[in-house]
Each structure stands twice: as structure tokens, then as C-alpha cells.
């Protein structure tokens, strides 16, 4: 079983940053994909972005592409999502992911572990 705990939302004006990251309980956590999602209000939940195990590998949607970075730092059990530009369809609720597959990797039904997750507002 792994546990994720997000932190680092807020509010932000547009084209400001935020920078959000997820610490997980378990010392496999290196054997892991890791995601972030997002889920607005009447939306479904959405792909942002993947890393591999390593880190050497990573996947973003379109709508991010350019602005968010995702990174991990193994010996720390953490995974960051750094955040700029940020434009108030960014807004929603984001939630860090665990353990998929990278075929897998930009669908919420390939994680088994999920945070609670943590509220992004961007202001117009």
C-alpha cells in the first residue's frame, strides 16, 4: 500500500507559478510511475503529466506542454510539479498518482494509488 500526500496549491493571479509536490510513504517508491491529474468542477478527472521510474522519461498533455515541468527525486520519495504561466483554466482540484504502467501512464483507471488531493485556483 502506498500513501500520497500532495501540498503546495493556492491561489495564484494568471501567469503567476505554484509549485506542488507529493511525498509517498512507501521506500519502493522508486519502482513506481508517478502522475499528476486534475479535476475541475463538473469535469472529468484529467491526465497532466507522468515520469518514469528513473525520471528519464516523461509525458504531458497538450494543455500543459511548455509550462509545467514534472520531476522526482527517489531518495527523497517525492514527486514535484512545477507550474508556470498558469492560466485560470488551470484551475481544479490535482491529484498525484502511483503505480501504472507507461502504456498506461496518461489514464486515471492505470493508477492503483491516488492522493487526496490539493486545490489550485488561478484568478483571472
Known amino acids: 500500500q502506498v500513501q500520497l500526500v500532495e501540498s503546495g496549491g493556492g491561489l495564484v493571479q494568471a501567469g503567476g507559478s505554484l509549485r506542488l509536490s507529493c511525498a509517498a510513504s512507501?521506500?519502493?517508491?522508486?519502482?513506481?510511475?508517478m502522475g499528476w491529474f486534475r479535476q475541475a468542477p463538473g469535469k472529468e478527472r484529467e491526465f497532466v503529466a507522468a515520469?518514469?521510474?528513473?525520471?528519464?522519461?516523461?509525458s504531458y498533455a497538450d494543455s500543459v506542454k511548455g509550462r509545467f515541468t514534472i520531476s522526482r527525486d527517489n531518495a527523497k520519495n517525492t514527486v514535484t510539479l512545477q507550474m508556470s504561466s498558469l492560466k485560470p483554466e488551470d484551475t481544479a482540484v490535482y491529484y498525484c498518482?502511483?503505480?501504472?504502467?507507461?502504456?498506461?501512464?496518461?489514464?486515471?483507471?492505470?493508477?492503483?494509488?491516488w492522493g487526496q488531493g490539493t486545490q489550485v485556483t488561478v484568478s483571472s
Open positions: 498518482a502511483a503505480d501504472a504502467s507507461w502504456v498506461t501512464a496518461a489514464t486515471p483507471a492505470g493508477y492503483d494509488y
Open positions: 512507501q521506500r519502493t517508491f522508486s519502482r513506481y510511475i
Open positions: 515520469i518514469s521510474w528513473s525520471g528519464g522519461s516523461t
